[in-house]
């Protein structure tokens, strides 16, 4: 399947719910104040995010008024085009190696998945990767990693349930320097932002990395769930004051009707969205790209 075929896929249920609301909006024909008014709530409906909306249709004006829009397909065209501008980065992401990923999220968002789908985007890319099984805290966490370790046919290093995960992260930057290897993935405990004791171990493993690994790029990325909406705004926020991150795998797009939450994540944190989850096979993970979600969004 090609990539854009996959991303429009994920984008299925975002599509038709913003696509159905926004024909019904235009139908009314000028773009009157009640027009704005119109797609400031489909906008925010979709999960897009306040500030995002007030950005866009305020560009929208501007637009449809200097360039004189008239017809639906040039307003569904500059709006593709504002959301593009949005989202776009300067390039997708290309990590230098070798380098360290520590990947971090709160329970239940599909971290552990995540990561399996990252080694094996690597391992497609003739990357030697390690996987380090940082999450000493949930039951069975190291054997889940496991099972991924080997579906991506990717090496892990682990110790024992409830041991040090500074002391495994430790092992596994010793492993990844004598194998030379390209990219070493750090699993790391589910978390809130208000569990001290875990934060306070997310800074010990980037200090270690940092400090035993000096030769190599280091990433944090927040893995998070597109099904919740405005508060994965508020996670982005609540870690990022914590140790700064490079980026978001967003999961389970396929699973919600307000794929809008990318816009806001975008707008309000500047965190950008750096790989996309399109289903639940291990290849199902894509780099993000601006230009491919807005014509996935609108085509």
């Given at each position: 399947?090609?990539l854009?075929?996959?991303?429009?896929?994920?984008?299925?249920?975002?599509?038709?719910?913003?696509?159905?609301?926004?024909?019904?909006?235009?139908?009314?024909?000028?773009?009157?104040?009640?027009?704005?008014?119109?797609?400031?709530?489909?906008l925010?409906?979709?999960?897009?995010?306040?500030?995002?909306?007030?950005?866009?249709?305020?560009?929208?004006?501007?637009?449809?008024?200097?360039?004189?829009?008239?017809?639906?397909?040039?307003?569904k065209?500059?709006?593709?085009?504002?959301?593009?501008?949005?989202?776009?980065?300067?390039?997708?992401?290309?990590?230098?190696?070798?380098?360290?990923?520590?990947?971090?999220?709160v329970?239940?968002v599909?971290?552990?998945?995540?990561?399996?789908?990252?080694?094996?985007?690597?391992?497609?890319?003739?990357?030697?990767?390690?996987?380090?099984a940082?999450?000493?805290?949930?039951?069975?966490?190291a054997?889940?990693?496991?099972?991924?370790?080997?579906?991506?046919?990717?090496?892990?290093?682990?110790?024992?349930?409830?041991?040090?995960?500074?002391?495994?992260?430790?092992?596994?930057?010793?492993?990844?320097?004598?194998?030379?290897?390209?990219?070493?993935?750090i699993?790391?405990?589910?978390?809130?932002?208000?569990?001290?004791?875990?934060?306070?171990?997310?800074?010990?493993?980037?200090?270690?990395?940092?400090?035993?690994?000096?030769e190599?790029?280091?990433?944090?990325?927040?893995?998070?769930?597109?099904?919740?909406?405005?508060?994965?705004?508020?996670?982005?926020?609540?870690?990022?004051?914590?140790?700064?991150?490079?980026?978001?795998?967003?999961?389970?797009?396929?699973?919600?009707?307000?794929?809008?939450?990318?816009?806001?994540?975008?707008?309000?944190?500047?965190?950008p969205?750096?790989?996309?989850?399109?289903?639940?096979?291990?290849?199902d993970?894509?780099?993000?790209?601006?230009?491919?979600?807005?014509?996935?969004?609108?085509?």
């Amino acid at each position: 399947m090609g990539l854009i075929k996959k991303i429009s896929d994920a984008l299925k249920k975002t599509k038709e719910a913003f696509l159905r609301k926004l024909e019904a909006i235009l139908s009314k024909g000028e773009l009157t104040d009640d027009f704005y008014e119109d797609l400031e709530d489909l906008l925010i409906s979709s999960d897009v995010g306040v500030k995002a909306t007030l950005e866009i249709c305020e560009e929208l004006r501007n637009s449809a008024r200097k360039n004189k829009l008239r017809t639906a397909k040039d307003v569904k065209n500059e709006l593709k085009k504002i959301i593009e501008n949005i989202l776009e980065i300067d390039e997708s992401f290309k990590p230098e190696m070798p380098c360290t990923i520590t990947v971090i999220g709160v329970n239940g968002v599909g971290k552990t998945t995540s990561i399996g789908k990252l080694a094996s985007f690597f391992t497609k890319q003739k990357k030697q990767v390690i996987l380090v099984a940082g999450d000493t805290f949930r039951a069975a966490a190291a054997d889940q990693l496991s099972l991924w370790a080997e579906k991506s046919k990717t090496k892990i290093v682990k110790h024992t349930e409830g041991a040090d995960a500074s002391a495994v992260v430790f092992d596994g930057i010793t492993s990844a320097k004598s194998k030379k290897a390209d990219v070493l993935i750090i699993d790391t405990a589910g978390r809130l932002h208000t569990k001290l004791n875990l934060m306070e171990e997310l800074k010990k493993i980037s200090k270690i990395t940092s400090r035993e690994y000096p030769e190599a790029h280091h990433y944090t990325f927040i893995v998070l769930d597109a099904t919740t909406g405005q508060n994965a705004v508020q996670q982005i926020n609540a870690f990022n004051g914590i140790i700064p991150l490079d980026g978001i795998v967003l999961t389970k797009m396929d699973g919600t009707a307000k794929g809008g939450v990318v816009i806001a994540i975008k707008r309000e944190t500047g965190v950008p969205v750096v790989f996309l989850g399109t289903g639940e096979k291990i290849e199902d993970l894509e780099t993000f790209s601006a230009k491919d979600f807005a014509d996935s969004l609108f085509d």
